[in-house]
């Protein structure tokens, strides 16, 4: 048997607005990614080859699983459209399906199963239709039964649907308080319910109550009491006297002195509470949610580039700008004013200067030609607010107000990576140039696209 | 770049070998299935070693042309850096996308029986 697992993103949407910084697909359960559940069960199932289908990214889940021969299953990846039926999947898979029976596993679930019963000889007596399903997700046989039986068996397991934050939260506390004996969980420990990952370091004088699961790289240090039912990620310190009682404590958090975490989740420096979703913001002064995004911003190599070439345009542009702007503010064709632009991907925003030329005299196209109407937002790329070619700043405000996803690589700029190319016809196609030039584009490329959207600016203007 | 029309039906096979790159792509603008708006097509890129943001603009402006005469542009058997290049710029969202070029004819012919 083989297994297909089809997961849309709008169906884990809100994860990544709730945990920014976590994939979806490797949300951790109880300290164990949610993806390696649903292959642990499709090996359970017999599947000896795993496709996970999503039209979201996958690199990091590729990047964690790889291609599955840590679990001894060849795992592949492909796209889906999220409109796609069950057989659309099919056909478009119809290579990895060949003749053999599928198993597709669709929706953002958990699946409550026990691993100690054999679902690889339920799986085969099973009838082709759906095995089980709840809201939002299913469980489907496709291709003939392979062992004949008159009555198939009740199959002893359920979906959980992972719609919301508090499903998140029961599913995870389930898990940890029934979960040792139904699930491969990580952690060691000489006792049930309580598993402890590597280099955890606990005070003599803290206190651990089962059940527990703590990852790897914690600290829990003295007279910090943990538990029941508590969930510790990797590299996370709980301070001097605090208390989790019944909650998540997520990768890479800091719980600071004298405090009480109580039916909650915290996540770098988020506390959220899974009955309401409302979240506030904790101090972190080892800044241990903050490494991860520090590492993704651009780095001072490509700012320095930047800002020499910046530096050159300017001196170019400085003569022609001085003899233009008079004119064109004398005319009334210079229209200058300020916007609010998203200044990252975590809602910081800044001010920025606009420059535009209005009408259509020959000083004006001229200044257009050349770009005039930049020089201001290049003195903004010295100072390493912006760089000199990246995404088109976002603005903060009104119809296309949205804040850009953390993993779409923005960089406001001077220029657009979609001005150097030649066919973006709409924003669709212009977010796809950005994003590919985001990923494949070094400094020095970088110049030759700056130079290469001036001509094209040139050539536009020529042409008109 | 080699490109390979096989007629199948009333869908045309474009079998691509090769870089798809701002050189190439005027190339495959010109062949006659690609050319012919109304034509389907399904686009082997089985034998495609590198894409690059032209490349990508080609085939996207040959969706866009497809579509707006109700035609489709398929593409199928990517291998794993040109599916990487689709997945980091969102680009597998506008396509429908297969790892079997039959497949990839049959879902053609069926779009096209449903005009």
Redesign the interface.
């Given at each position: 048997m083989k297994t297909l697992l089809a997961i849309r993103e709008r169906e884990y949407e809100w994860v990544n607005q709730t945990f920014p910084s976590i994939h979806p697909l490797l949300l951790p359960i109880c300290n164990k990614p949610f993806t390696e559940f649903l292959i642990d069960f499709a090996i359970l199932a017999g599947s000896t080859e795993v496709r996970l289908l999503s039209?979201g990214?996958?690199?990091e889940v590729k990047e964690y699983c790889e291609n599955g021969s840590r679990w001894g299953v060849q795992l592949s990846?492909?796209?889906l459209?999220?409109d796609d039926s069950l057989k659309?999947l099919l056909?478009?898979?119809?290579?990895?399906c060949g003749e053999d029976r599928i198993m597709i596993i669709s929706g953002f679930c958990f699946i409550n199963y026990d691993k100690q019963r054999g679902y690889a000889s339920i799986m085969s007596q099973m009838p082709a239709g759906t095995c089980v399903s709840c809201p939002g997700g299913s469980i489907i046989l496709a291709g003939n039964q392979e062992t004949l039986s008159r009555n198939p068996p009740e199959i002893p397991l359920s979906l959980l649907p992972l719609d919301e934050i508090g499903s998140y939260f029961r599913i995870s506390m389930e898990t940890l308080e029934n979960g040792s004996a139904r699930y491969v969980l990580p952690g060691y420990g000489n006792e049930p319910e309580c598993a402890i990952g590597r280099n955890v370091i606990i005070s003599k004088t803290a206190e651990i109550i089962k059940p527990v699961s703590i990852g790897n790289n914690v600290q829990i240090l003295s007279g910090a009491i943990i538990g029941p039912a508590c969930i510790i990620g990797s590299n996370v310190i709980i301070d001097k006297e605090s208390s989790v009682k019944k909650g998540v404590i997520l990768d890479n958090t800091y719980i600071g002195e004298h405090l009480e975490v109580k039916g909650r989740i915290a996540s770098g420096n988020m506390l959220i509470d899974p009955r309401s979703s409302a979240s506030i913001a904790m101090e972190d002064p080892h800044l241990l949610s903050g490494i991860k995004a520090a590492g993704k911003s651009g780095t001072a190599g490509r700012k320095t580039v930047h800002a020499i070439a910046a530096a050159i345009l300017i001196t170019m542009q400085l003569i022609p700008f001085l003899l233009l702007f008079p004119l064109l503010k004398l005319q009334g064709r210079w229209c200058s004013g300020t916007t609010t632009c998203h200044a990252d991907s975590s809602g910081k925003t800044f001010t920025l200067p606009t420059a535009e030329i209005t009408g259509n005299s020959p000083a004006g196209s001229l200044a257009a030609a050349i770009s005039l109407d930049r020089l201001p937002l290049l003195l903004r790329v010295i100072i390493g607010q912006l760089t000199i070619i990246g995404s088109s700043p976002i603005p903060a405000s009104g119809e296309t107000g949205d804040k850009p996803s953390a993993k779409s690589g923005y960089r406001p700029a001077v220029f657009s990576?979609a001005e150097a190319?030649?066919?973006?016809?709409n924003s669709s196609?212009a977010?796809?140039?950005e994003?590919?030039?985001t990923?494949?584009s070094t400094p020095l490329n970088d110049i030759g696209l700056t130079m290469k959207a001036l001509l094209n600016k040139l050539y536009e203007h020529n042409a008109a | 770049m080699i490109i390979t029309e096989t007629p199948e039906g009333c869908i045309t096979i474009v079998a691509l070998n090769g870089t798809l790159d701002a050189s190439t792509a005027p190339e495959l603008q010109k062949s006659p299935a690609i050319n012919n708006a109304s034509q389907t097509v399904v686009i082997d890129m089985e034998h495609v070693d590198f894409l690059d943001s032209s490349g990508l603009g080609s085939l996207i402006g040959t969706l866009r042309k497809k579509r707006n005469m109700s035609a489709e542009t398929l593409l199928s058997c990517m291998n794993e850096r040109i599916s990487q290049v689709f997945e980091i710029t969102n680009a597998h969202r506008l396509f429908h996308i297969f790892d079997d070029t039959s497949a990839a004819v049959d879902y053609a012919t069926q779009l096209n029986s449903r005009k």
């Open positions: 039209d990214p996958l690199a990846y492909a796209t459209q999220a659309d056909d478009k898979n119809r290579r990895f990576y190319e030649d066919w973006p016809v196609d977010a796809i140039v994003r590919y030039y990923i494949h | -």
